[in-house]
């Protein structure tokens, strides 16, 4: 079994940053690919960004390319999502999610609780 925390969430003004953080227990972090989705109120939850097992492969939506960065430490069990230059459409709840590849993020029940962006105007 594996537990995601995430970390980070915030109310920053639009054009700013954030960094989000999910912390994993377990021994089996550094074998499953990884990814952020995001669910804003009234929408369906979406995938952001996903990094392979190994790191050397990302995703990225295309609303948030260009400005967000998705990293991993395997020594550590943390993914990481930095934001920048963030938008008020950039405003939901963000969660870590874990799978065997990045082609099936989404799919496992492998969530965290989730960490709230708020961009405002």
């Known amino acids: 079994q594996m537990q995601l925390v995430e970390s980070g969430g915030g109310l920053v003004q639009a054009g700013g940053s954030l960094r989000l953080s999910c912390a994993a227990s377990?021994?089996?972090?550094?074998?499953?690919?990884m990814g952020w989705f995001r669910q804003a109120p009234g929408k369906q939850r979406e995938l952001v960004a996903g990094?392979?097992?190994?790191?050397?492969?990302?995703i990225y939506a295309d609303s948030v390319q260009g400005r967000f960065t998705i990293a991993r430490d395997n020594a550590k069990n943390t993914v990481s999502l930095q934001m920048n230059s963030l938008k008020p459409e950039d405003t939901a709840v963000y969660y870590c999610?874990?799978?065997?590849?990045?082609?099936?993020?989404?799919?496992?029940?492998?969530w965290g609780q989730g960490t709230q962006v708020t961009v405002s105007s």
């Open positions: 999610n874990a799978a065997p590849m990045i082609a099936t993020l989404g799919t496992s029940g492998y």
């Open positions: 377990g021994n089996t972090f550094s074998s499953n690919a």
């Open positions: 990094i392979s097992s190994g790191g050397s492969r990302t």
